[in-house]
């Protein structure tokens, strides 16, 4: 079983930048594929961004080039750094863990999801 904790969410200002981690609080987030999502009210959960365990990754357009996932194996820790925020990218975003070895954008593919961090982007 594998529990996922996100943080550094908070409230910036449009054109600013944050920086989200999430952390195993038990078990190890190395072995999976671990992705982004967020979550707006009224709206779905949408896929953010993705990275396998060997650094393979893949962004939604909306945030390519704005926003890089990275991952810290030695921290058993993944990244989210957002940069050049805008009042859209306003969301609860998660952690999660699924797949071993490959991307995917699909929320049923992920079997661990943590709590979720609030980011909101004032204009």
């Known amino acids: 079983q594998v529990q996922l904790v996100e943080s550094g969410g908070g409230l910036v200002q449009a054109g600013g930048s944050l920086r989200l981690s999430c952390a195993a609080s038990?078990?190890?987030?190395?072995?999976?594929?671990t992705a982004w999502f967020r979550q707006a009210p009224g709206n779905e959960r949408e896929f953010v961004a993705a990275?396998?365990?060997?650094?393979?990754?893949t962004y939604a357009g909306s945030v390519k080039g704005r926003f890089t996932i990275s991952r810290d194996n030695a921290k058993n820790t993944v990244y989210l750094e957002m940069n050049n925020l805008k009042p859209e990218d306003t969301a609860i975003y998660y952690c999660?863990?699924?797949?071993?070895?490959?991307?995917?954008?699909?929320?049923?593919?992920?079997?661990?999801w943590g709590q979720g961090t609030q980011v909101t982007v004032s204009s």
């Open positions: 999660a863990a699924g797949p071993w070895g490959r991307v995917t954008a699909s929320k049923g593919e992920y079997e661990y």
């Open positions: 038990r078990g190890t987030v190395n072995s999976y594929t």
């Open positions: 990275i396998t365990y060997n650094g393979g990754n």
